[in-house]
């Protein structure tokens, strides 16, 4: 899938963070691990796929994983 979900209440509700795809079709990513340094500094690694490339990825995010 293309997102994470977060929670900002301890996980009382969750919302789901969109990593954009920027329009590619047929977009698959893979996330591997994730790790926050704290509340707001988060980063991501992982694999993105299309039918014709294979990449792995780094995703930041600087607001609690709203946006990456």
Not at 28 to 33: C, E, H, I, P
Not at 59 to 65: A, I, K, L, M, S
């Amino acid at each position: 899938g293309n997102f994470f979900l977060r929670t900002t209440d301890g996980g009382a509700t969750w919302q789901q963070s969109v990593v954009e795809s920027n329009g590619v079709v047929g977009l698959l990513r893979q996330f591997q691990a994730i790790r926050f340094l704290n509340n707001s500094t988060g980063y991501v690694v992982g694999q993105r796929t299309t039918p014709l490339v294979n990449q792995n990825v780094f995703y930041r995010t600087t607001n609690g994983g709203a946006t990456w």
